[in-house]
């Protein structure tokens, strides 16, 4: 793991990797929601300041989100077989929720809710399903990874059940705060006519790679077999 990648608490081992093909891109979620900084001075997002410009903010605080095909999981009776007829247990992840405790490190909590649903309801049965939480850099890097479990029960004839779970990250504030030179190439301010006014400061090669290195994301999802994640990209 590099130096930059050291700035985090472990969450996992390294030998654990989340379940994404090659041509799956972990994160197409969240990106773009912060891509814009903070303006000093200005306090309301979408606001047009006194350079005509439109205020956006940057949050340095982690995005949580749910990854594109982890979102789901189904399970199978028997196993080996994914015939409509054999679906067993259907789950899925929503009403992902986060906080963010400012301090020397980001510290951001995401709560979400898993809702399954069964095929027999004949008796009272309990369900426990493997979830995941990782920190990613820069849309792409993964810098830890933790995996829990979330325990389902069903009760004598009822067909879904509830719970809650929760995931969490740390992130140095260091590491997710833009230098102080990028900072002031973002907000400087450009008149008509000057040789730069044209040119859109997110489009420049060392503020983009920045914006890449100090933004993070709290991904969740369900910790899917190769199997299971193939089903999901395929049905």
Do not use: W
């Not at 709290?218 to 199997?227: A, E, M, R, S």
């Amino acid at each position: 793991m590099d130096k930059e990648a050291r700035c985090f608490r472990p969450m996992g081992h390294a030998k654990d990797y989340l379940p994404v093909p090659r041509n799956v891109c972990l994160s197409r979620i969240a990106l773009t929601a912060v891509l814009a900084l903070a303006l000093a001075g200005c306090s309301r997002r979408g606001e047009i300041d006194a350079t005509g410009g439109i205020v956006a903010v940057r949050s340095a605080c982690p995005v949580a989100a749910v990854p594109a095909y982890t979102g789901d999981i189904t399970l199978f009776n028997p196993a080996n077989s994914t015939d409509a007829s054999a679906i067993d247990v259907v789950a899925n992840i929503t009403d992902l929720r986060s906080t963010c405790a400012d301090g020397a490190q980001f510290y951001t909590e995401a709560t979400f809710t898993v809702n399954a649903r069964r095929s027999d309801a004949s008796a009272a049965r309990q369900v426990t399903l493997p979830y995941y939480s990782a920190v990613v850099r820069g849309g792409n890097a993964v810098v830890a990874k933790r995996v829990g479990q979330v325990t389902l029960n069903f009760a004598p004839g009822d067909y879904r059940a509830s719970a809650q779970a929760k995931a969490a990250s740390y992130v140095e504030k260091s590491s997710a705060t833009l230098p102080a030179d990028i900072q002031a190439k973002i907000v400087q301010k450009r008149k008509a006519g000057d040789a730069d006014a044209a040119i859109d400061p997110f489009a420049q090669p060392d503020v983009k790679a920045a914006l890449l290195r100090t933004s993070f994301e709290l991904l969740v999802g369900f910790n899917l077999t190769q199997d299971q994640l193939r089903y999901n990209a395929t049905r």
